[in-house]
C-alpha cells in the first residue's frame, strides 16, 4: 500500500509525506504485521526538530497481488545439497 499524507506541526508548517506498507508474510500466510516507511517528499527544516501533531491521509494506492502473477518463480530444490568451499550449494533455479 501507498498513501501521501499530509504533517503539520504545532506552529502549522506543514509537509506533505509519503507513506508506503509491505505486509510480511509467514509459511504462506498472511499475519497482521507490515513493514513500513514514512518518508517527505521534500527534505523540510521541521522533521527532526518539532513532532507531527497531526498527520492526514490522503490518497490510497494498493499494489495488488495480480500485477505480479506472471513472474518467474524459483524450482524446487534438491532433497540434498553440494558443499563448494564451504557453502551448502542447492541445485534449481527459475522455472521458465
Known amino acids: 500500500m501507498v498513501a501521501g499524507a499530509f504533517g503539520c506541526t504545532e506552529d502549522d508548517t506543514g509537509i ?3 507513506l508506503l506498507l509491505l ?3 509467514f509459511d504462506g500466510r498472511t499475519r497482521v504485521r507490515a513493514l ?9 527544516y521541521c522533521l527532526g526538530e518539532r513532532p507531527l ?3 492526514d491521509l490522503r490518497t490510497f494506492r494498493h499494489i495488488g ?3 505480479f502473477l506472471n513472474t518467474p518463480r524459483f524450482g524446487q ?4 545439497p553440494r558443499t563448494r568451499h564451504g557453502l551448502l550449494v542447492y541445485s534449481g533455479g527459475r522455472d521458465l
Open 65 to 67: 497481488a495480480e500485477k
Open 53 to 55: 501533531i497531526e498527520l
Open 16 to 18: 506533505e509525506l509519503e
Open 77 to 80: 530444490p534438491q532433497d540434498q
Open 36 to 44: 513500513g516507511v514514512l518518508a517527505p517528499l521534500t527534505p523540510s
Open 23 to 25: 505486509p510480511l508474510a
